[in-house]
């Protein structure tokens, strides 16, 4: 009757680690999900300016996005480093915004038409003269919900 | 008899799979857009629009920033560090100043009958001036509003503006309205 054992007798069972890569890759499919990547190239340098008061985009799917500043260096040779908008993954006008606001809007259903936000992505560099058309722009096209993109402070 | 294929090991296995991990979490930027929410004045056309909406002098704050990035606050030179407190005193005006804007009794849930300002900031630029300054100006006016705000629903509900429910969020609203106009820039020469 052996009721009470020595101790050490039995040695603790190592932990079996043949489920170690299943939690790990578990862990890298909700990285690889959850990341996003970004839906255009910027084609012009942004630095954007800070701020305080800072509200978040919640739906993304509402966002659509208008990126303003200087080309890239390789874009620099045929556009100058005059200031240019960029609209999806191409430099655009300042007449050519109206027309992507009644795309974007297209591109959304009916319901979701009126929360709909535009975000300027603007260097903090730029002139307010571009700045200022693209609101009378977007005034026009009945965009008024807008954001001033910038990082907090 | 054929031979026996030695088994792979998959002990490794872990170590890609961490590697991997690894890469995605370092590149992984999980940058939440965030930014000064504003909403634009309805377009009007200019030849249709009049100057007949005359706004009391004493109503208006006016902040004008020109092409070297300073700032002209109420007809004065001023520096961007004590805007804020200006457009503090502007919109909340305690003690019923004569040069500051006029109030109005109105009907507010909660409150009841309240003074509520009729003053409005006009935000005014240059075409050269630079857009940080801009949004640093504006962030500073945003501010004023917010800090007005948070004091008094801490005063009446005690607790901060955001955590409010959205009806006593519309009283706050009520009496201190976020009227900022951010006119368009005057392109009239010798200016």
Not at chain 1, 4 to 33: C, N, Q, Y
Not at chain 1, 50 to 60: D, G, N, P, Q, V
Not at chain 2, 46 to 61: A, H, M, S, W
Not at chain 2, 135 to 150: F, G, H, M, P, S
């Amino acid at each position: 009757m052996s009721k009470f054992r020595k101790k050490g007798e039995k040695e603790l069972p190592p932990i079996s680690t043949a489920s170690l890569p299943d939690i790990v890759f578990m862990l890298l499919f909700f990285f690889m999900v959850s990341t996003t990547m970004r839906e255009v190239t910027y084609m012009v340098h942004i630095g954007l300016p800070k701020a305080t008061e800072l509200s978040k985009l919640e739906k993304k799917s509402l966002v659509s996005y208008i990126y303003v500043g200087e080309p890239l260096l390789q874009y620099q040779k045929t556009f100058g480093v005059a200031p240019r908008i960029q609209l999806n993954d191409q430099f655009a006008n300042v007449a050519d915004i109206q027309d992507y606001v009644i795309a974007e809007r297209e591109a959304r259903n009916e319901a979701e038409r009126p929360m709909m936000i535009t975000s300027l992505k603007v260097d903090e560099n730029t002139k307010m003269g571009i700045v200022s058309d693209i609101k009378q722009e977007l005034r026009k096209s009945a965009a008024l919900h807008i954001n001033y993109s910038s990082r907090k402070k | 008899m054929a031979r026996k294929v030695p088994e792979i090991p998959a002990a490794s296995l872990a170590d890609i799979a961490f590697m991997l991990l690894i890469f995605f979490l370092v590149t992984t930027t999980m940058d939440v857009d965030s930014g000064l929410e504003r909403r634009l004045p309805q377009w009007v056309d200019p030849e249709t629009l009049q100057d007949d909406q005359q706004i009391k002098e004493r109503n208006v704050f006016v902040v004008l920033v020109n092409r070297n990035n300073d700032l002209l606050v109420e007809g004065e030179y001023a520096n961007i560090d004590n805007l804020r407190e200006r457009a503090k005193e502007f919109m909340a005006n305690p003690y019923n100043d004569e040069a500051l804007p006029e109030k109005e009794p109105k009907e507010v849930p909660y409150f009841g009958e309240v003074m509520v300002t009729k003053g409005v900031i006009s935000l005014r630029n240059d075409l050269d001036t630079q857009y940080g300054t801009y949004i640093a100006v504006q962030n500073e006016l945003v501010a004023a509003i917010n800090e007005l705000r948070d004091e008094l629903s801490r005063q009446e509900f005690g607790k901060d503006y955001k955590d409010l429910d959205s009806d006593q969020q519309n009283a706050v609203r009520d009496i201190y309205p976020s009227r900022i106009s951010e006119a368009e820039p005057k392109k009239v020469g010798g200016k």
